[in-house]
């Protein structure tokens, strides 16, 4: 599995420092956020790295009144549902993302724009066949993937995620690009049915030889690789690690919000801890169960474990954003194995050292708030068993084929 970039807000000199790192790399550009001038100045820079680029129209809602994305060439000046979708509106905004975007900006795959999905239901299918359709009148010369922006209702439904099932895999695409709205607008995840709809949403896509890419991912969505997704996307702010909806009913830049602080990620732990809590551990002595693996020691992190109380040491924003996404990079390389079994095995055992671990850090007063895994772990754990009871057999059949 692999960890592309979701670019965001202020995400540019993080993307470009990590792809120096790494050596290469994929970085899904956000029209929210960047002008065509920007993004052409960005892609120089990221090919200079050997990195690659795909580029998410960010179509969801098309009466947005997000006023970065109108002043974008393809986005429709005066939107009609009907008429756009039955007309030649779609038609030129594939065009125009073709001609203007795409192949200048030499994207790897094209990223099919379509409507956010809150429940199922033939509109949305009538319209994604009449995109879909219209793609007919070029030719592509490199892989479709299709956006599926679904939303909370019906991923904690079964019927419903079925029938979604049923609807993508009569579309002649060559991928997914699965963007899901967490229930309540909760980092972590703990409702257990979201989770699992989630996990066979992507494996029933995977088993139909597509290749599958979740958009606005977090580190609790290396539970993926078990149904062998392609991808996870993460960035810096919270707002490209789960999909910020509101923002695309809201207008001017995009805002932070909220109180900023600035938040150190321990891999196995797979908890999020604020630099005042680490003094906490330093205090008690056990900051060195906190302090990372060897394998996962970079300059961005280092400083908060030189002997130093951690609220002393200069441990910037941007340091903590970078290790975290270096960290989840190396955990998503690490956590897809050679078998089915081998891949359940290591997910279990890295969800069950981190419950241990967030307890034990629990009980000596460390607490990673709405970041802390103990309140998720059994979820993921269930999860695990859930998906094995209902796809484990054939998956441990055609692993190698997936």
């Known amino acids: 599995m692999e960890l592309f970039l979701q670019m965001g807000y202020q995400m540019k000199a993080h993307s470009l420092d990590l792809l120096s790192k790494w050596s290469e790399g994929t970085v899904i550009l956000s029209p929210k956020n960047m002008t065509l001038d920007q993004m052409k100045s960005m892609v120089n820079d990221i090919q200079q790295r050997n990195g690659s680029v795909l580029i998410d129209s960010q179509f969801y809602m098309p009466r947005t009144s997000q006023e970065k994305l109108h002043l974008h060439s393809f986005w429709p000046q005066d939107y009609d549902t009907n008429t756009f979708f039955n007309g030649r509106g ?4 594939i065009r125009i993302l073709l ?5 200048p900006l030499e994207a790897s795959a094209f990223i099919i724009p379509t409507l956010y999905l809150e429940n199922t239901n033939e509109d949305w299918n009538n319209i994604t066949e009449r995109i879909i359709s219209s793609l007919s009148n070029f030719q592509l010369l490199i892989p479709k993937y299709l956006t599926v922006c679904v939303g909370e209702e019906l991923l904690k439904n079964e019927e419903s995620t079925h029938l979604l099932i049923e609807q993508l895999e009569n579309y002649p695409v060559n991928g997914f690009y699965i963007i899901p709205t967490h229930p309540d607008n ?3 995840v703990e409702d257990v049915s979201w989770l699992l709809n989630l996990l066979d949403l992507v494996s029933g896509l995977k088993l139909l030889g597509k290749k599958v890419i979740v958009g606005y991912s977090n580190h609790q969505l ?3 690789s078990l149904a062998k997704v392609d991808a996870i996307c993460a960035g810096s702010w919270l707002k490209t690690r789960m999909f910020p909806l509101g923002d695309f009913n809201q207008s001017g830049d995009e805002q932070v919000g909220g109180r900023r602080s600035t938040w150190y990620y321990c891999p196995q732990a797979l908890s999020e801890y604020q630099v005042p ?3 906490i551990a ?3 002595g056990i900051l060195h169960d906190i302090k990372f693996s060897e394998a996962y020691e970079t300059e961005y992190s280092a400083i908060l474990f030189n002997g130093a109380q951690p609220t002393t ?3 910037k924003e941007k340091h903590a954003f970078r290790h975290y996404l270096n960290s989840l990079k190396m955990q998503c390389l690490e956590v897809s194995k050679e078998t089915y079994e081998d891949t359940k095995s290591y997910l279990k055992m890295i969800f069950e050292t981190a419950i241990d671990l967030t307890s034990y850090f629990r009980k000596n007063g460390v607490r990673g708030k709405h970041r802390d895994f103990n309140d998720v772990g ?8 859930a998906f094995d009871n209902i796809r484990g057999l054939i998956y441990n059949t055609k692993w190698q084929k997936i």
């Not at 779609?90 to 905004?93: A, F, L, S, V, W």
């Open 90 to 93: 779609i038609k030129e905004m």
């Open 186 to 188: 909760r980092y972590l």
């Open 313 to 315: 040491v200069n441990f």
């Open 378 to 385: 059994e979820s993921n754990l269930s999860v695990l068993d």
């Open 99 to 103: 001609d203007e975007y795409i192949y």
């Open 282 to 284: 330093y205090r008690l």
């Open 277 to 279: 809590f680490l003094d």
């Open 222 to 224: 290396l539970l993926l």
